[in-house]
């Protein structure tokens, strides 16, 4: 059935009277992808950790990731291809 504009305006006022909304259909059921459900743009900077019980050369600095340290890194292709093999990890 379709909604007129008295039952649309009807709506508005609950939620303005703090209604809970329990149609599980809506947009507001929809969750919202996290800023890591998708990988990061070449070129864009992250901060990484390397995994614990690696050691890795970071290509930028030519020194060894320190474990447990949160570091800069500008992403290339090594730093995708190292995120989707689970050597580094984003944070």
């Not at 599980?24 to 614990?52: K, N, Q, W």
């Not at 030519?62 to 050597?87: K, M, N, W, Y």
């Amino acid at each position: 059935m379709a909604k007129t504009k008295a039952d649309s305006a009807q709506d508005v006022a609950a939620q303005d009277q703090g209604a809970v909304d329990t149609n599980e259909g809506s947009i507001d059921a929809v969750a919202t992808p996290t800023v890591y459900d998708v990988p990061p743009r070449l070129g864009e900077t992250i901060t990484v950790v390397v995994a614990e019980g690696h050691a890795l050369i970071n290509n930028e600095t030519g020194s060894e990731f320190a474990a447990g340290v949160p570091t800069t890194q500008v992403v290339t292709i090594t730093t995708l291809r190292r995120l989707a093999d689970g050597d580094l990890v984003r944070v």
